[in-house]
């Protein structure tokens, strides 16, 4: 077990195994049983790791950063917002990779990092009920650091985009410390956060095609609501997208 102090923030307690089929639900686990906030899994291989909508996310052992986080919310404002913690993060990862990489990522509506719309990293957040009540978030991220290019092309390595190796341990640190900034956002400030993200969101303002599960629409991406809802305008109509997937059309 580590302790690293994150920015202008509480110290993170970091713990590290070689192999495990799901830090998100290894840290559900531990939240069950008493598991602090501010807890952190880091793996070099899942067996059983996942994306939105239960898709499988793969990735050879040791190439990636594999990260969830566990937060128990204390304010309100983050209960009633609970998309913000992928804002959260997705925006530290953002500025983890400026800090380390020397590249800014975009964001891609809801929880994806591009470079040229080429999948960096993927983000997945789930939460955890106590008598139907929220009571801790866990976050997870697997950012492609070292990662040789997918074959069909659709993914990227920040290694590969920084044209030299990095170091995932340095990243890992430069995440947790901007992570701790934005979950306070996150907690009283949502609507800066949102702000935030709106801004880094390479979706607004493009041409796109959203499968929701009960429907495909194309439209273009408009805002972003403070709910997490992507606002699509097709045709003149304005549609709100809660839950989908979203490809950037050319």
Known sequence: MDRRSATDGPAW??????????????????????????????TDHQTAGRGRLGRRWEAPPGANLLVSVLVRPAAATATARLHGVTQAMALAARQACADVAGFTPVLKWPNDLLVDDRKLAGILAEAVADEGRVSVVIVGMGLNVGWP??????????????????????????????????LVQWEHDPDTLRDDYRAALATIGRHVRVETPSAVLEGVAVDVLPGGELVVDSAGTRHEIGVGDVIHLR
């Open 149 to 182: 290019e997918a074959p069909t092309g659709d993914a990227v390595s920040a290694a590969a985009v920084a044209g030299r190796p990095l170091d995932r341990d340095a990243l890992l640190e430069a995440v947790l410390g901007h992570l701790e900034s934005r």
């Open 13 to 42: 307690s970091v713990t590290r195994v070689a192999e495990t089929g799901s830090t998100n639900d290894d840290l559900a686990v531990a939240a069950r049983q008493g598991a602090p906030d501010r807890t952190v899994l880091v």
